[in-house]
């Protein structure tokens, strides 16, 4: 059964950093790709990047700047950090495996 | 990149009507279209991928179609259970979203 969830901090202050884990079972991170999702309360959703299956990854290219995606695959985890918060980045922040198997995403806000 | 211009943002239909949303491509995605399904507080659900192929699972009152830079997706029969925002992703180049249609019980 895939499942992934999401972990991380709920508050963050302006200018700083996020960092948000995905753990992912019942598939092989060397196998498929993990995508980072947001969704902005109220409005629509942004892909934010990959990590392939090989390790490479893609941004979109609005976040390219401020945007890094992670994995350790002995522990079946993927990390998104993300630097110099404003709060229009308060969110909530998704991982899905092919945009097809999603976790349930997890809220960040951002303020001080 | 890719930009997905999605329309109309809402929709409100009565139960057992047909409604259909358009996106439309900044270039040619060559069919690599998909559309999701997301009630609130809820992860979003694949229904079609690669303009007109049903997910698993997914109602036979879903359709999409298209080519080019023009695509439909169509609810036939609306049922209470449809209620939610839906939204088209392109990923002919990367991915980009729709900004999503919102439909409502009229």
């Known amino acids: 059964q895939v499942q992934l969830k999401e972990s991380g901090p709920g508050l963050v202050q302006p200018s700083e950093t996020l960092s948000l884990t995905c753990t992912v079972s019942?598939?092989?991170?060397?196998?498929?790709?993990v995508n980072w999702v947001r969704q902005p309360p109220g409005k629509g959703l942004e892909w934010m990047g990959t990590?392939?299956?090989?390790?490479?990854?893609d941004y979109n290219s609005a976040l390219k700047s401020r945007l890094s995606i992670s994995r350790d695959t002995s522990k079946s985890q993927v990390f998104l950090k993300m630097n110099s918060l404003q709060t229009e980045d308060t969110a909530i922040y998704l991982c899905?495996?092919?945009?097809?198997?999603w976790g349930q995403g997890v809220m960040v806000t951002v303020s001080s | 990149d890719i930009q997905m211009t999605q329309s109309p943002p809402s929709l409100s239909a009565s139960l057992g009507d047909k409604v259909t949303i358009t996106c439309q491509a900044s270039?040619?995605?060559?069919?690599?279209i998909a559309w999701y399904q997301q009630k609130p507080g809820k992860a979003p659900r694949l229904l079609i991928r690669y303009t007109s192929t049903l997910e698993s699972g997914t109602p036979s009152r879903f359709s999409g179609s298209g080519s080019g830079r023009d695509y439909s997706f169509s609810i036939s029969n609306v049922e209470s259970e449809d209620i939610a925002s839906y939204y088209c992703?392109?990923?002919?180049?990367?991915?980009?979203f729709g900004a999503g249609t919102k439909l409502e019980l009229k």
């Open positions: 019942g598939f092989s991170l060397t196998s498929y790709g």
């Open positions: 899905a495996r092919q945009l097809r198997d």
């Open positions: 992703l392109q990923y002919v180049n990367l991915y980009t």
């Open positions: 270039q040619n995605i060559n069919k690599y």
């Open positions: 990590i392939w299956n090989d390790g490479s990854t």
